[in-house]
């Protein structure tokens, strides 16, 4: 297989990401979530920050191998409500392709109403045979 295309994020789709303030070190805050039409190697990813000064990657961290970021630190809404973070997508071809996305992570007070649900981030797994209209995982409040 040729690597001939570039990971695509899927999850999260919004730019914005919420976290609730004053959770502790190593609150998972989101998962990335990316495929690659590629086979083999060429479709095999590694997640990670653009560390390039103008984000704020070194308060958080992604786990290369699943995309999950959590926190480094406490943040708390008073002294920052958003900070921004560039996410690398790349695959292990060679030479390897990858993707960048730009993240906004909002932090909401202990008593904001902005979450409906008990956690920020949600990901199911759809079996590739299933069929049209199957249900593969439900949301309650």
């Known amino acids: 297989d ?24 190593g609150t998972t805050v989101a998962q990335i979530v990316a495929t690659d039409a590629d086979l083999d190697e060429n479709a095999t990813l590694l ?8 984000s704020d990657y070194s308060l958080f ?13 406490i943040l708390e809404r008073i ?30 007070g202990e008593n904001d109403n902005s979450l409906p649900f008990s956690k920020t981030n949600l990901v199911f797994s759809v079996p590739e045979n299933s069929h049209i209209g199957k249900v593969v995982g439900s949301v309650k409040p």
Not at 61 to 73: C, E, H, L, P
Not at 82 to 108: H, Q, T, W
């Open 2 to 25: 040729e690597n001939d295309n570039a990971p695509v994020v899927i999850q999260p789709l919004q730019k914005v990401i919420s976290v609730r303030e004053k959770q502790p070190l």
């Open 79 to 108: 002294q920052r409500q958003n900070y921004s973070i560039d996410v690398v997508v790349a695959d292990k071809g060679n030479p390897p392709r990858e993707s960048a996305y730009s993240y906004i992570i909002m932090v909401l």
């Open 47 to 54: 997640y990670d920050f653009k560390k390039d000064g103008s």
């Open 61 to 73: 961290t992604i786990n290369q191998n699943d995309g999950i970021i959590t926190t480094r630190t």
